[in-house]
């Protein structure tokens, strides 16, 4: 039999003394099939930390996520897992600080890889900064069928629908060396957007039976291959949380779609919990991430000028997270360029005061749409900074600074294309 694990190794969901261990076994018979996990303090596991034995159940695709506990905060280890004689690659994960910690958090945000619109040049070059954890803000996978002219291709070019179309575009999509490297450099605390279920669809979508089932396996999909510390139940996904560093950082990762519905971006209970946290969390920086468009963008032109399906489809949603934050910073996606933004009081009104900063992230690989950033910037003054190349955010969070890189790909490697610091009320410096 080949070596099962062809589709790498993950981690996520980092706590100060816990993480998830995850991979998943390809073409192993329609059973049980188990497996063995190490958890060393060395990447030549010497030193073995903890060890054990998970079960691949076929009903799950034959993922497996180990919840591994009782581990030492801010700390490096590296892990494997074992399937009779066949060895995973090594991974290499990072516990979340202690909450009493002070200590400077290093992050990346990635987002919107559709395959065959491209390399994950991006995601290598992620890889090798070995940040402490790593975002990803949706569009993990699109379930559109094929592209026209793509640079790869898809193995399955229909559109996704079924329990069995969205596992195999995952596999497709996890077959990339780029991607594995990344998930296997550093934990991974993810969100999704549209394209894991459908292009913009809204919670419950049509309310019909069959939406709801495709969304359940769409669901189901999404755990099966990611580091997730929940597991779905009757087609609902557990998704808004967040993840603590320390003193420093509390990141809000946000649920944009599964609760959504004409009246509300969050529904009623996410909206509760984000803006009781945001009153009363004690840590220096608030962070959402998130992935839409989150400050006032208006598109000069015909219309529509405002982008519905993003924040600006609920301004009054945005305005109540802005009141509570008093002060935020949100890290996004979705629209396939860098842009830096100004969190307003009030967006139509340029002399209210700024409440907050916005750095969104372009895409790893997705196609970027027409944009006339110059008519954007000039009608949105609030708007600081647009850049087009493909690529991702790195950043630091300290105790005294929160800063943030654009990273831009272009042929001969990555650079940063625009470095910024915020107060967490506005951007201070741009430096390009
Ligand atoms: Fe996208």
Not at 93 to 120: I, M, W
Not at 128 to 133: I, L, T, Y
Not at 283 to 300: D, E, I, Y
Not at 397 to 413: I, N, P, Q, W
């Amino acid at each position: 039999m080949a070596n099962p694990f062809t589709l790498g190794v993950a981690s996520g969901e980092p706590l100060p003394d816990g993480v998830i261990l995850w991979t998943r076994l390809t073409g192993v018979p329609g059973r049980a099939v188990e497996v063995r996990w190490q958890l060393a303090a060395d990447e030549r596991f010497t030193k073995i930390v903890q060890q054990g034995t998970a079960r691949a159940l076929p009903e799950w695709a034959h993922s497996v996520h180990v919840r591994v506990a009782a581990l030492r905060p801010g700390t490096e280890y590296f892990y494997r897992f074992r399937a009779g004689a066949d060895l995973s690659a090594v991974g290499r994960t990072k516990t979340a600080a202690d909450p009493a910690s002070a200590d400077l958090v290093r992050f990346a945000v990635a987002n919107c890889q559709r395959y065959e619109h491209g390399r994950y040049t991006a995601l290598r070059h992620l890889a090798g900064e070995r940040p402490d954890v790593v975002f990803h803000v949706g569009d993990y996978i699109y379930e559109s069928p094929q592209a026209a002219d793509p640079v790869r291709r898809l193995d399955r070019t229909g559109e996704a629908v079924t329990l069995a179309d969205y596992r195999a575009r995952y596999a497709r999509y996890k077959s990339d060396p780029d991607l594995m490297a990344a998930h296997a450099a550093a934990p991974w605390v993810t969100t999704w957007d549209d394209h894991e279920v459908l292009d913009n669809y809204r919670g419950r979508g049509d309310g019909s039976a069959a939406f709801l089932r495709r969304r359940a396996a769409a669901y189901q999909a999404y755990y099966e291959h990611l580091p997730l510390r929940v597991r779905p139940e009757a087609g609902a996904l557990q998704m808004y949380r967040r993840r603590t560093y320390g003193r420093v950082a509390d990141f809000m990762l946000l649920d944009v779609r599964q609760h959504r519905d004409a009246a509300t971006m969050l529904g009623a209970a996410q909206e509760q919990w984000l803006l009781s946290r945001l009153a009363t969390t004690p840590v220096r920086w608030k962070v959402l991430v998130q992935p839409l468009f989150f400050a006032r963008r208006f598109v000069p032109g015909p219309a529509p000028n405002l982008r519905m399906d993003s924040w600006d489809g609920h301004p009054a949603e945005r305005a109540r997270i802005l009141a509570a934050a008093g002060g935020l910073v949100v890290l996004s996606g979705d629209v396939h360029n860098h842009w830096a933004c100004d969190l307003k009081a009030d967006f139509l009104d340029p002399s209210s005061p700024s409440v907050g900063a916005e750095f969104v992230c372009s895409a790893v690989s997705s196609r970027p749409p027409e944009t006339d950033a110059e008519a954007v910037l000039a009608a949105n003054p609030h708007i600081r900074h647009f850049d087009g190349h493909r690529g991702y955010l790195s950043g630091t969070a300290s105790a005294t600074g929160f800063r943030v890189s654009h990273k831009g790909l272009e042929s001969s490697g990555v650079r940063t294309v625009a470095e910024f610091l915020t107060d967490g009320l506005r951007i201070i410096r741009v430096d390009v």
